[in-house]
């Protein structure tokens, strides 16, 4: 069995409201990710978090935003600290899964527990 996924003008014409999955690599997904990570950085005492992958990525037509879903863990380098993210190893046993949307009222949350 072979498939295809619809184009997004073909999803647009049966459900105009319908989020469209996005590449990871589009510049608002970046956005979202980068702002969603210095925030919980900012908001977590201590140890600096890295991204491990990004699961999913939407185009939210209404209200217009960009919604993904990601991966990060801890490190062993602190968030005060941290002059060169790259020397920074992840520590496995620590890793949240994180939603974030931009824009609005912006919170990361933690979705998940730690692994």
Request: hydrophobic content about 35%; aromatic content about 6%.
């Amino acid at each position: 069995c072979h498939s295809t996924p619809d184009s997004a003008e073909d999803v647009r014409k049966l459900c105009p409201r319908c989020p469209l999955l996005t590449p990871f690599n589009d510049t608002n997904v970046v956005h979202t990710v980068n702002t969603a990570l210095a925030a919980f950085n900012t908001q977590n005492n201590g140890t600096y978090f890295k991204l491990v992958e990004i699961s999913r990525a939407q185009n939210v037509p209404l209200p217009v935003s960009t919604l993904v879903e990601f991966v990060i863990a801890a490190t062993d380098c602190t968030a005060k600290e941290v002059t060169d993210p790259a020397k920074c190893n992840l520590l496995a046993e620590k890793q949240y899964h994180i939603t974030a949307r931009i824009p609005g009222l912006f919170i990361p949350q933690r979705t998940g527990a730690e692994r």
